[in-house]
């Protein structure tokens, strides 16, 4: 099991950009594939961005590509997501994942373990 923790949210104006962090602790941090989710207010937890245990790949939802993007550093057990170009809609809780394998992966119920979240609001 690891501990997650996310930083970096705040308030921000359309157009602009934000940098999240999540902070892992308690586990083989380099072991593990690693995702953002974000819940919108009033709707489900969905998936933005994931990368693989060495960060050699990445995956995107779709409405995410080409604005952000996500990385890892292993020896310093620190995930982000680097968020340009952002939008109103935009604006939800984002959460980090994790769960031990090589992958990477998409869906909610892959991941075992979640941060609390940071709350990112884009005003338009």
């Known amino acids: 099991q690891v501990q997650l923790v996310e930083s970096g949210g705040g308030l921000v104006q359309a157009g602009g950009s934000l940098r999240l962090s999540?902070?892992?602790s308690g586990g083989s941090f380099?072991?593990?594939?690693?995702?953002?989710?974000?819940q919108a207010p009033g709707k489900e937890r969905k998936f933005v961005a994931a990368i693989s245990w060495s960060g050699?790949?990445?995956n995107y939802e779709d409405a995410v590509k080409g604005r952000f993007t996500i990385s890892r550093d292993n020896r310093k057990n620190l995930l982000y997501l680097?968020?340009?170009?952002?939008?109103?809609?935009d604006?939800?809780?984002y959460y980090c994942?994790?769960?031990s394998g090589s992958g990477y992966y998409t869906l909610e119920s892959n991941y075992d373990d979640w941060g609390q979240g940071t709350q990112v609001t884009v005003s338009s």
């Open 91 to 93: 604006t939800a809780v």
């Open 56 to 58: 050699g790949t990445v």
């Open 22 to 24: 999540c902070a892992a």
């Open 30 to 38: 380099s072991n593990y594939g690693l995702g953002w989710f974000r």
């Open 82 to 89: 680097q968020m340009n170009s952002l939008k109103p809609e």
């Open 97 to 99: 994942a994790a769960r």
